[in-house]
């Protein structure tokens, strides 16, 4: 089935320091991603998306590109701060019987200062 | 304010009771969804609908039920807690088939 696999956490950095966390997805179809970012006491929100593949997503220095042939969708910051300390969500958007959001475990992030 | 409202925020009750968690949305999304997050698990999608006529169960249904009052409006009740439903729950709304999904802040729900 559908699936989302992102890897474990927790992550630990210092602050500007490079973060990847990995995600890749099983899917039938053609779905489009999604990161999320839940910051503690918060709901979740969006971080971006990529709807096709070789999209690349970006927002708050954030990137993450579609790669269809690798079926990944790593997240990537090139200097992270104590404020993006928070818990990562990947997700796939897909028709299976209705369009449904389907989220991995979540990789909890912590940047030290 | 903010866009989906849920309440309570946190409650506690005891195993056995029923429980209503509602949710509300000020978006004019047709579609609504409700999730549980435990820790390791992610979120899981218990029930969704995508307008008022319509309700469909998620992946973890059993031990849930819901109502779409209104296209604002989509509850979500625990007939019968039992302490494996502690969790914390969330509802989410979106208006279209690719789109983003938009978040209340939750209920964190303790059964004892």
């Known amino acids: 089935g559908d699936s989302v696999t992102q890897m474990e956490g927790p992550v630990t950095l210092s602050e500007e320091a490079f973060l990847t966390i990995n995600c890749t997805y099983t899917a039938t179809g053609y779905p489009s991603l999604f990161w999320y970012v839940q910051y503690p006491g918060e709901g979740l929100q969006l971080l971006l998306k990529a709807t096709k593949a070789d999209d690349k997503g970006s927002n708050k220095g954030f990137e993450a590109t579609y790669r269809k042939e690798t079926t990944s969708f790593h997240l990537e910051k090139g200097s992270v701060q104590v404020s993006d300390s928070a818990v990562y969500f990947c997700?796939?958007?897909?028709?299976?019987?209705?369009?449904?959001?389907?989220f991995g475990a979540g990789t909890r992030l912590f940047v030290k200062a | 304010d903010a866009d989906v409202t849920q309440t309570p925020r946190n409650r506690i009750t005891k195993t056995g009771k029923r429980i209503m968690l509602e949710c509300s949305q000020t978006k004019g999304h047709d579609r609504m969804y409700w999730y549980r997050q435990d820790p390791g698990l992610g979120l899981r999608l218990i029930y969704y609908s995508f307008d008022v006529k319509d309700i469909n169960k998620g992946e973890i249904s059993d031990g849930y039920s819901v109502s779409r009052q209104a296209q604002a409006k989509f509850s979500l009740s625990l007939e019968s807690a039992i302490p494996n439903q502690t969790a914390l729950y969330f509802c989410?709304?979106?208006?279209?088939?690719?789109?983003?999904?938009?978040f209340g802040q939750g209920t964190r729900l303790t059964v004892v």
């Open positions: 997700a796939l958007r897909v028709n299976t019987g209705g369009f449904k959001t389907i």
């Open positions: 989410a709304t979106s208006d279209s088939d690719r789109a983003e999904a938009f």
